[in-house]
Structure formats: structure tokens, C-alpha cells
């Protein structure tokens, strides 16, 4: 069975939770990323209030389990923490036996979604070609770091680091 996961780009992007069918879920941190008067999360609270959105927490052990994968993979100072909610939520309603889709434009939340074969669908943009790792380098003495490394400045030279891809992917299903 399908159940369908929004982050805040699908509020944003219009989608309405009463007009899906089968259930949909979100995060608090959701609603606190929408513009307070806004038609997004007025849509928001009233899917809530009438029932057609189920807002819930995800698990400590999936959102720990999230942090250290998208750690991982470069997209953890990407993320925010709704999205890591987003995607801790979809791995908890997985192991509950129901096939979560996330719905969501955002490139870093496929990627990680992509990685932990969670479905996923996008709405206004192409969504995600390939599957990244990510990397540091300092793109003035081109020394390279790993993407857990904590500063963000180059420890030889003090430049700025910038993100670049270490490993591309094919994606493994069709979303």
C-alpha cells in the first residue's frame, strides 16, 4: 500500500492532502518552514484539522540513522531538519510494512531517498538523474576533503571549501 510523505515544497507547489487518495503524512517542521499567512500553510493546518494529513514525529533511532547517512553521502549541511524528519519519517513508515512515497522537488531529499530505495515523485522540477556522493575542495590549492570534515574553510590555505561530486550514480528504480 502507498502512503504518500510531503515535505514543504509540495505544500508550496499547491498539492492538497483532502485531494490524494490514501494517506498522507508530513512533520511538524514542516509547517514551521511554511510562511505563517500563507496559502501553504493555511492548506497545511486545515488537511491537519479535517484529518487528511496525519502529522507525526519520526523515530530518534531513524532520524539518528538519516543524520549519519546523509552525513555520508555529502548532503548533510543541505538538508534541513525537516527534511531529514521528511525521510526519517518515510524509513519508519517502510519498516511498518507500507511503501512510503516522498513527494518533494528538493534534489538533496531524492538523492538520499534515491540511496535508501524510498519511491519518490517530484512536482515542477525534472528530479534527479543520477545519485551523488559528495566531497570538499578548496578551489585555491585544490586540496580535497572528505565531507565529514567539520571546518569549512581549507586547512592549508583558509579558503572557503565548496561541495563538489566525489561519485556519480545511475539512479536504481524509476520514480
Known amino acids: 500500500m502507498n502512503v504518500y510523505v510531503l515535505d ?22 514542516v509547517e514551521a518552514e511554511l510562511p505563517p499567512r500563507s496559502m501553504a500553510a493555511i492548506r497545511f493546518r ?8 496525519v502529522v507525526r514525529s ?8 538519516l543524520k549519519k547517512v546523509s552525513s555520508k553521502l555529502g548532503e548533510g549541511d543541505v538538508l534541513s531538519s525537516a527534511d531529514l524528519k521528511i ?17 518533494s522537488d528538493d534534489y538533496a531529499i531524492q538523492n538520499v531517498a534515491e540511496h535508501l530505495n524510498l519511491d519518490y515523485v517530484f512536482l515542477v522540477t525534472f528530479g534527479i538523474k543520477y545519485r551523488f556522493n559528495w566531497s570538499l575542495f578548496c578551489p585555491a590549492c585544490f586540496r580535497r576533503y572528505h565531507y565529514s570534515y567539520h571546518e569549512r574553510v581549507c586547512g592549508v590555505c583558509g579558503t572557503e571549501l565548496k561541495r ?12
Open 8 to 29: 514543504t515544497s509540495a505544500f508550496i507547489m499547491g498539492v492538497n492532502p483532502s485531494m490524494i487518495k490514501g494517506m498522507v503524512y508530513s512533520v511538524p517542521e
Open 46 to 53: 486545515t488537511s491537519r484539522d479535517n484529518g487528511d494529513l
Open 58 to 65: 519520526p523515530t530518534w533511532a531513524s532520524t539518528e540513522s
Open 87 to 103: 525521510l526519517a519519517l518515510g524509513l519508519d513508515l517502510k519498516l511498518e510494512g507500507v511503501n512510503p512515497v516522498i513527494v
Open 164 to 175: 563538489r561530486v566525489l561519485k556519480k550514480f545511475e539512479k536504481s528504480g524509476s520514480t
